[in-house]
């Protein structure tokens, strides 16, 4: 059946065709939905979802907004709606008496009347919000225990010396991390029809892996999968493959950056790696700031977008997906340097 267009679907008022332009816009810029199979799934001509995105580019969220008769005078002035933006987008929700830390809707309403006294409906709240460039996304978690002066003394001055004594000593600089994964841990969506959720198929056993692994500014990925958790002993036998390798191919010593996980922390760590004579070199990241380490993405890649969208059917396999995961990543040199370009990686580069 061919899909309707915008103009002539049953049931949906000026304000409701609004809300779904602005709604399917988000879905293709922010989660990445496919405008055709978008448009099937909303009834709509293939054309239609290209025609939104094309008016969102070139006008921007003003270019989606119903075309309809002058109505009532927004209630809000434009000084109001933009102190709603800055709290929105400045302010915890929690500092402000909220319980939850993410802005909902309604929070926003109840905000607007606690602040004015003016009451707002939802899509009100939703509208002004859109007006103001705002849009639903899902936010990255930060430890509130980190220090954020140590973090940046680490971006500017900490790190600056560490790279150019790596530098003059001729030594490869390694972010390193470890990090478990469960075959139960799953990742992703997929598509269904609507209102029936999709079901996968996968064993109900629990297996577990251990993965430890290093990247350098090259594209270079070193890793290290067990069965075992991750210590001191198992932490020392990678730093030792990790300099065997780094020493074969390059002819350098190694300066290896790491968190605070307790088999860095350790004695035999230490010892160790004062055997080395200075080939190998150790040092530890702030607190709680796992954004200031790239190999964390590698773990988002290995874990998020690789071993958690497989349907895991039996133990072998499972011990087997890991494995050819790094395999793979470590042949892809240029992915692994596409992950030093988060803006909170910038300062390995300045």
């Excluded at 999709?198 to 251990?210: D, E, I, K």
């Excluded at 497989?310 to 992915?335: G, H, I, T």
Aim: glycine share 8%; with cysteine; hydrophobic share 40%.
């Amino acid at each position: 059946m061919p899909g309707m267009s915008e103009k002539n679907r049953d049931g949906l008022d000026a304000r409701a065709r609004e809300t779904v332009r602005f709604w399917a816009v988000d879905q293709v810029k922010e989660a990445g939905a496919h405008p055709e199979q978008l448009a099937l799934s909303l009834g709509l001509e293939r054309k239609t979802i290209y025609k939104w995105l094309r008016a969102d580019r070139e006008g921007g969220r003003e270019a989606l907004l119903a075309t309809r008769a002058p109505g009532a005078k927004s209630k809000l002035t434009g000084e109001q709606k933009r102190w709603v933006g800055t709290v929105v987008t400045e302010c915890d929700p929690q500092s402000l008496g909220f319980a939850n830390a993410l802005w909902t809707r309604a929070m926003v309403q109840e905000l607007i009347y606690s602040e004015f006294g003016i009451e707002v409906s939802l899509p009100t709240v939703g509208k002004i919000l859109h007006e103001l460039g705002l849009s639903p996304q899902r936010p990255l978690w930060r430890a509130y225990e980190a220090d954020a002066g140590e973090v940046e003394k680490w971006k500017t001055e900490r790190f600056p010396k560490i790279r150019d004594e790596a530098e003059a000593a001729g030594q490869v600089v390694y972010f390193a991390d470890e990090a478990g994964v469960r075959s139960d841990y799953h990742a992703g969506t997929t598509w269904a029809p609507k209102g029936k959720t999709p079901v996968v198929r996968s064993t109900g056993a629990r297996y577990r892996l251990n993965m430890l692994s290093a990247v350098c500014l090259d594209g270079t990925l070193r890793f290290e999968i067990t069965q075992e958790n991750v210590n001191a002993e198992i932490f020392i036998d990678f730093c030792k493959k990790v300099l065997a390798d780094t020493k074969r191919e390059a002819g350098k010593g190694v300066v290896m950056i790491v968190d605070g996980h307790g088999s860095h922390m350790a004695g035999e760590v230490n010892k160790w790696i004062a055997s080395t004579g200075g080939e190998f070199v150790m040092h530890r990241l702030p607190g709680y700031s796992p954004q200031l380490n790239p190999d964390e993405w590698v773990w988002k890649h290995i874990k998020h977008d690789q071993i958690g969208r497989r349907s895991v059917k039996s133990k072998d396999q499972f011990l087997n997906l890991p494995k050819q995961a790094l395999e793979d990543l470590a042949e892809q040199p240029q992915v692994i340097q596409g992950f030093f370009k988060d803006p909170d990686l910038a300062y390995i580069t300045a």
